[in-house]
């Protein structure tokens, strides 16, 4: 596949963006992979509440076998079948998505897709949570190969046009939004979320790693360079540049160039 976008121009509506955040998921919520498969009930219920959360079971069996059949169909025909075969599992799915072979699906259905989305091999979309919304992607969004998007009880929402390139790590476990037009290069990794608290006398390898400081918003036309990483509570403004390597560990002023570990403004643009 390569990364071109189709941008037409109705949209798919995801739940209201104004709606109040969730809180985050207490551990016993089993938000770990871990936690739940070694909670109770069988095999099977594991494995369908791990994959497919609130969705029906008749339903998701449906999607197993779409899955099992269609998920590696190569070619043309495997982006039409997926386009117009996995449709009915997502929450929304605006016309001409595309859809790669072997992507991951998790809740599916809190998985909502725009007009023209692309989702390239290998990507995974993992919108896991007991009372989160998931993941939006606005129209023309494009999500690279062996990308993942993820979430702890999250919201993860990318804005019309946003682009992840490949091998992308976008996690939330409060709510990090991605502005219109956004470039996030190879490599990156963006959290809301998902540190552990080194006071506690829990070890860490039992914490939930869901302590966050707040959400993380990457404004509109914004550019971040190859490698990356952009952590719990910080922003970035809109027009911003982040050179490549940088850690953002506090807010970044709109239309400014930024570089290095921790991340500094070194100019204004424009």
Not at 126 to 140: C, F, H, M, Q, V
Request: hydrophobic letters at 40%.
């Amino acid at each position: 596949m390569n990364e071109s976008e189709d941008t037409a121009t109705a949209t798919v509506r995801p739940p209201a963006e104004d709606a109040p955040t969730p809180p985050p998921a207490p551990e016993t919520e089993g938000a770990k992979l871990k936690t739940v498969l070694g909670g109770g009930g069988s095999a099977a219920k594991k494995y369908f509440d791990l994959t497919y959360g609130p969705m029906p079971r008749w339903k998701a069996v449906l999607m197993e076998i779409a899955v099992l059949f269609l998920c590696n169909v190569p070619g043309a025909l495997g982006l039409f079948l997926r386009s117009k075969l996995y449709r009915p599992f997502f929450g929304a799915c605006g016309r001409k998505v595309a859809i790669g072979r072997g992507v991951t699906l998790r809740h599916p259905s809190k998985i909502f897709l725009g007009e023209g989305v692309v989702i390239d091999d290998r990507a995974t979309l993992d919108a896991k949570g007991s009372t989160n919304r998931g993941i939006a992607l606005g129209d023309g969004v494009f999500v690279g190969r062996n990308t993942t998007i993820y979430c702890k009880n999250g919201d993860v929402s990318l804005a019309a046009n946003a682009s992840l390139s490949a091998n992308v790590i976008v996690f939330s476990s409060n709510s990090l939004s991605i502005g219109e037009g956004t470039m996030v290069g190879s490599f990156s990794y963006l959290l809301s979320g998902g540190e552990y608290d080194y006071a506690s006398p829990v070890p860490f390898c039992r914490q939930s790693g869901m302590v966050t400081k707040g959400p993380l918003s990457v404004g509109a036309n914004c550019w971040l360079g190859a490698h990356v990483t952009v952590l719990d509570a910080a922003s970035i403004g809109d027009g911003a540049v982040v050179g490549a390597g940088a850690v953002v560990t506090a807010p970044i002023p709109p239309r400014t160039l930024a570089t290095g570990v921790p991340a500094k403004v070194r100019k204004a643009i424009g």
